[in-house]
C-alpha cells in the first residue's frame, strides 16, 4: 500500500470501526444521474459486482443490466476480467456498443490497482455513473479484497452495490447431491461454495431450464446454505424477473458485516485444477460459408474430445468477428460437457474469412485443452469443407495462487 492508501485508510478508521453488523442491504441510495449538460448530480458512481462461477451467465446479465441502465438514461462502463489475454466478453459486449474496459492477467483481488486505472480510463472517456465488474468465474473472496478495499480508500468515489452471485441452477442440484451429473473435484468445489457464502444475493439463473418443482429444490438448498443472502430469481436470456434483480442492486448499497474466511491454500489448489485456454483461430472457405455451423462444428467436436478425456467443462466461450464485416459476431457457449452448445449471437449473412477467438475451462490439464482445440481445428478443415483453420495465437496454463493487493475483513 502506498502512503497516499495508507493514509486515506487512517482518516476513515474511526468511520469503519462505528458501522455494526447488518443486513444484507443497507439504507437506499439513488443511482448517480448524469444531467443534459455532462454534469453529475452527486460525486459519486455506483459500482456493481456480478460474480459466480463459470458458465453461470454472468455476461448475458451484465449486458442486460447495461441496456436496462442505459434506457434510463445513464452512462455505463463496463470491466470484464480473466486471467489469460483476449476475452470473448469484451468482444461480446463491445459488438452490442458498450464502453469495456478489460483486466486480463489475474483476478481483480490481485491486479486491484489494475480495477482502479480502468474505471479512471472509463471516466475519462465516458464519465459512468455506473461502473460494472464481471470478475473471473473461478475467483472468491471479492468482499474482502476488493468491495472493502474500494469503500475504504476510494469512498469517496464509489457506492458499493451489494454482492451478486449468480448460479446455474443444474450446476447447483449437482454440486449439492439434489440430482446426480457431472461436478468438480472438491477443491473446485471449495470456490464455488465460498463465492455463495459471501454473496449478498444469491440469483438463480437460467430459470427457464427447469420446471417449477426443481427450481423450488434450487431455492430450499441455497437458503438453507447461505441464509444470509437474498435468493432471487431470473432468466437473463428471457428478461424474466430482472426488475426485481436491478432494483436492489441499482438503490441498495452493500452493508459492512465481517468478511468470511478463506484458506487460501485449498483456493490455490481449486485454481490451479482447472486448466485454462485462450487462443484466435484464423478460418478461411474457398466458397462463402455459414459461421454459425462452423461455431457448432468446433464446439462440439471439442466437447466430444473434452469428454473422452473425462475431463468436466467448466465453460467453453467462442466469437467469430467475420473480415469483411461491420462489428457484428457469432457467439456460443458451452457450460457443462453434458449440455448443447447455444448460439448467443448469430450472423445472418455467409462469410467468406474471420476470426475466432476462444475461451476454454475445464477440469483438465492445459495441454488436455489445447490438443482438443488443435483436434477440433483439424476435423474442420477437411477437403469437402472447403474450409482452412489456423490457430495464430494460443496460451494455455493453470492458474497461479492467487495474492490479493489488499484484503480487509471489515468495511
Known amino acids: 500500500m502506498n502512503a497516499r492508501e495508507s493514509s486515506k485508510f487512517k482518516a476513515q478508521s474511526s468511520k469503519s470501526r462505528s458501522r455494526g453488523r447488518?443486513?444484507?442491504?443497507?439504507?437506499?441510495?439513488?443511482?448517480?444521474?448524469?444531467?443534459?449538460?455532462?454534469?453529475?448530480?452527486?460525486?459519486?458512481?455506483?459500482?456493481?459486482?456480478?460474480?459466480g462461477f463459470l458458465g453461470a451467465g454472468k455476461t448475458t446479465a451484465v449486458a442486460r443490466l447495461a441496456q436496462s441502465l442505459t434506457e434510463r438514461g445513464l452512462r455505463v462502463g463496463l470491466i470484464t476480467n480473466d486471467q489469460g489475454n483476449g476475452l470473448v466478453d469484451t468482444a461480446m459486449l463491445r459488438s452490442r456498443g458498450f464502453a469495456t474496459e478489460e483486466i486480463p492477467g489475474g483476478c481483480f483481488c490481485c491486479r486491484f490497482n489494475s480495477l482502479v486505472e480502468?474505471?479512471?480510463?472509463?471516466?475519462?472517456?465516458?464519465?459512468?455513473?455506473?461502473?460494472?465488474?464481471?470478475?473471473?468465474?473461478?475467483?472468491?473472496?471479492?468482499v474482502a479484497t476488493v468491495s472493502?478495499?474500494?469503500?475504504?480508500?476510494?469512498?469517496?468515489?464509489?457506492?458499493?452495490?451489494?454482492?451478486?452471485?449468480?448460479?446455474?441452477?443444474?450446476?447447483?442440484?449437482?454440486?449439492?447431491?439434489?440430482?446426480?451429473?457431472?461436478?468438480?473435484?472438491?477443491?473446485?468445489?471449495y470456490i464455488y461454495r465460498k463465492q455463495l457464502e459471501e454473496a449478498d444475493l444469491i440469483v438463480i439463473n437460467k430459470t427457464d431450464l427447469l420446471d417449477p418443482q426443481?427450481?423450488?429444490?434450487?431455492?430450499?438448498?441455497?437458503?438453507?446454505?447461505?441464509?444470509?443472502?437474498?435468493?432471487?430469481?431470473?432468466?437473463?436470456?428471457?428478461?424474466?424477473?430482472?426488475?426485481?434483480?436491478?432494483?436492489?442492486?441499482?438503490?441498495?448499497?452493500?452493508?459492512?458485516?465481517?468478511?468470511?474466511?478463506?484458506?487460501y491454500e485449498t483456493y490455490a489448489d481449486g485454481e490451479a485444477l482447472l486448466g485454462w485456454l485462450n487462443a484466435t483461430?484464423?478460418?478461411?472457405?474457398?466458397k462463402d460459408f455459414d459461421a454459425n455451423d462452423v461455431l457448432k462444428?468446433?464446439?462440439?467436436?471439442?466437447?466430444?474430445?473434452?469428454?473422452?478425456?473425462e475431463s468436466e467443462i467448466a465453460h467453453l466461450k467462442m466469437t467469430f468477428s467475420p473480415d469483411e464485416g461491420l462489428g457484428d459476431i457469432a457467439v456460443i457457449n458451452l457450460v457443462r460437457s453434458d449440455f448443447v452448445p447455444e448460439l448467443s449471437q448469430t450472423l445472418e449473412d455467409r462469410v467468406h474469412s474471420g476470426q475466432l477467438i476462444v475461451n476454454l475451462r475445464a477440469e483438465a490439464a492445459p495441454e488436455v485443452l489445447r490438443a482438443a482445440l488443435q483436434r477440433a481445428v483439424e476435423a474442420l478443415a477437411v477437403p469437402k469443407s472447403g474450409l482452412t483453420g489456423r490457430?495464430?495465437?494460443?496460451?494455455?496454463?493453470?492458474?497461479?495462487?492467487?495474492?490479493?493487493?489488499?484484503?480487509?475483513?471489515?468495511?
Open 22 to 51: 447488518s443486513s444484507v442491504v443497507s439504507r437506499k441510495s439513488s443511482v448517480t444521474r448524469t444531467t443534459d449538460d455532462g454534469s453529475r448530480t452527486t460525486g459519486k458512481a455506483r459500482y456493481v459486482m456480478i460474480g
Open 118 to 142: 480502468a474505471a479512471q480510463r472509463l471516466t475519462e472517456a465516458t464519465r459512468p455513473d455506473v461502473f460494472i465488474a464481471e470478475p473471473v468465474g473461478s475467483c472468491t473472496d471479492l
Open 148 to 189: 472493502y478495499p474500494l469503500r475504504r480508500i476510494y469512498g469517496e468515489q464509489f457506492f458499493i452495490a451489494p454482492l451478486s452471485v449468480l448460479v446455474d441452477p443444474i450446476r447447483a442440484l449437482r454440486v449439492f447431491g439434489v440430482e446426480s451429473g457431472g461436478k468438480f473435484s472438491e477443491k473446485v468445489l
Open 214 to 263: 426443481r427450481l423450488a429444490g434450487v431455492r430450499r438448498t441455497l437458503q438453507g446454505q447461505f441464509s444470509n443472502a437474498e435468493v432471487l430469481n431470473i432468466s437473463a436470456r428471457h428478461r424474466v424477473g430482472l426488475e426485481n434483480w436491478f432494483e436492489r442492486i441499482t438503490n441498495h448499497q452493500q452493508s459492512a458485516r465481517t468478511a468470511m474466511p478463506v484458506d
Open 281 to 286: 483461430v484464423q478460418i478461411s472457405g474457398r
Open 297 to 309: 462444428a468446433l464446439a462440439g467436436g471439442i466437447q466430444q474430445r473434452l469428454r473422452a478425456a
Open 391 to 411: 490457430i495464430e495465437h494460443v496460451e494455455n496454463f493453470r492458474p497461479g495462487k492467487p495474492q490479493p493487493t489488499h484484503r480487509l475483513v471489515t468495511a
